[in-house]
């Protein structure tokens, strides 16, 4: 039995859990939880980092003895370090303002067909290439010597070694999904310098041993190694997926709802990109093909803005409304940013003249049904996209403890949904860990290990599937 620290950041909270890892036998215990609060300053949305290294330190501290770390956090967001490897400021919020109009000036130089054929990722206004194309003339960016996504960042500073994982890295826009190295012609054409970048790290790579600083504030006994994991936190969860077969999707929920398949070779298609599917880069040289929803940060906006209400009543009344009353496009980047979600959720639905929800539980029903018909949407059109059909899709995540949520995917897509882990993407992080030491086999034998030790739920599809078609014909005209 050995045992691994995960350190696990979402958009929202951290968290570090202890994986307990032996012959079949996967425990995970939570050591320590904090909160991710970004900040708004003069100059825009900014990350705490400081604060999040910090909530990282306590959970080793809590964590205890361990023989192994491993970090995963969200993607695309960065620090810059200059030539004493300082950090150049707090790393830039994705939804700050600053990428607004950015991707028609990077367009205007590289054709939109033309960067998707080169690197497989879908359009978001955040894609790090983006924000480092806003960026361009900031005394920031002029003054760094490194750069560094925000996982490589925390491993940094617990080691005093720079990498840039390779998951996490496809995300910038800057890989080639079929290479799997950076796309030097991109990077060229719009002048970023890839010399920013520490050399590329793979999933159960060794990363450094954490410093003595560390271990004398962590009370931890040295050595102990970093091991390069997954460190975009969806490749983390997508390990994990318990899935006994190849024909499944997975979504991966959230903060984001990320929906899709696991492929051998990324689908560059121009269909694919008018779709706005994702090439993202996976453990075992796989593609995350995929596409991004907003997934529950609208219910999380809608119930910071009343109060923070209890949530097991909030679902319970939203189940007892009508269903399919009014939906939104759960896709749409006009809810990218905070504030006044309810009133966003009511005008989407005024404009596509539809009844528009008046109370908390309308709203939190219209959300979670327009989350299912973008599940929905996503699951088939990934399917023929990729002619990669399924057969059962996996939920894994925060969203797995949402049971209305999981039924009315099931009743949605018309398959069958596996609930579960809700840590996926601590557990995947562990299983990286555990197989760089040996303990665990293959991707396949990774995932066995997951269904036999964690807890699952099974919901079966149930009433008239016409009423999604009507729904989704309501969204799109067809």
């Known amino acids: 039995m ?57 959970g080793l501290r809590g964590a205890g003895q361990v023989d192994s770390v491993g970090i995963d956090s969200w993607a695309v967001d960065y620090g810059l370090l200059d030539a004493d490897g300082a950090l150049l400021g707090n790393p830039v919020h994705y939804r700050d303002a600053r990428t607004e109009g950015v991707a028609e000036k990077v367009w205007a130089t590289v054709p939109a067909a033309e960067l998707y054929a080169a690197t497989g990722l879908q359009y978001a206004p955040f894609n790090t290439l983006y924000q480092l194309t806003a960026a361009r003339s900031s005394a920031q960016l002029a003054h760094a010597e490194r750069l560094l996504l925000v996982p490589d960042l925390l491993t940094y500073w617990l080691t005093g070694e720079a990498g840039t994982e390779l998951t996490n890295a496809s995300t910038t826009q800057l890989i080639d999904p079929r290479t799997r190295d950076w796309s030097y012609d991109v990077a060229q054409r719009l002048g970023i310098d890839l010399g920013l970048f520490a050399p590329l790290r793979r999933p159960g790579d060794p990363a450094g041993l954490l410093r003595p600083e560390v271990l004398a504030e962590t009370g931890l006994r040295g050595p102990v190694p970093v091991t390069t994991v997954g460190s975009h936190d969806t490749a983390s969860a997508v390990a994990a997926v318990p899935a006994v077969r190849e024909r499944f999707a997975y979504i991966c929920t959230g903060t984001w709802s990320l929906a899709g398949l696991e492929l051998d070779a990324p689908v560059l298609t121009e269909p694919s990109r008018l779709a706005n599917f994702t090439n993202e880069l996976g453990l075992d040289d796989t593609v995350r093909y995929l596409r991004n929803i907003m997934g529950l940060w609208l219910l999380q906006e809608c119930v910071r803005e009343w109060g923070d209400p209890d949530l097991p009543q909030l679902l319970s009344a939203a189940a007892e409304q009508p269903p399919l ?14 504030g006044r979600m309810p009133q966003r959720i009511a005008d989407a639905c005024r404009a596509l003249g539809q009844p528009v929800p008046d ?11 327009s989350l299912a018909l973008a599940h ?37 897509c018309g398959l069958p949904v596996v609930a579960g882990p809700a840590e996926a993407a601590a557990l995947g992080n562990v299983l990286v860990q555990a197989r760089a030491g040996g303990l665990v086999g293959d991707r396949a034998a990774m995932r066995e290990l997951v269904a036999r030790t964690q807890p699952l739920e099974r919901y079966e599809p149930r009433g008239d599937p016409a009423l999604w078609r009507a729904a989704e014909a309501r969204l799109t005209g067809r």
């Not at 059962?392 to 209305?404: D, P, Q």
């Open 2 to 58: 050995r045992t691994y620290a995960a350190v696990d950041l979402g958009a929202s909270s951290g968290r570090v859990m202890v994986g307990r890892v032996g012959p079949g036998s996967l425990d995970l215990t939570e050591a320590h939880r904090f909160p991710n609060r970004p900040v708004r300053v003069p100059e825009g949305l900014r990350w705490d980092i400081l604060a999040l290294y910090a909530g990282v330190l306590d």
């Open 325 to 338: 009353r009014s939906v939104v496009d759960a896709g749409d980047a006009a809810f990218l940013a905070p």
């Open 359 to 369: 109370s908390p539980a309308g709203i939190t029903r219209c959300i979670l049904d």
């Open 376 to 412: 929905r949407r996503a699951v088939a059109e990934a399917q023929s996209l990729a002619d990669h059909p399924v057969d059962v899709v996996h939920i894994v995540g925060g969203g797995t403890r949402n049971a209305l949520l999981c039924q009315l995917t099931a009743d949605a």
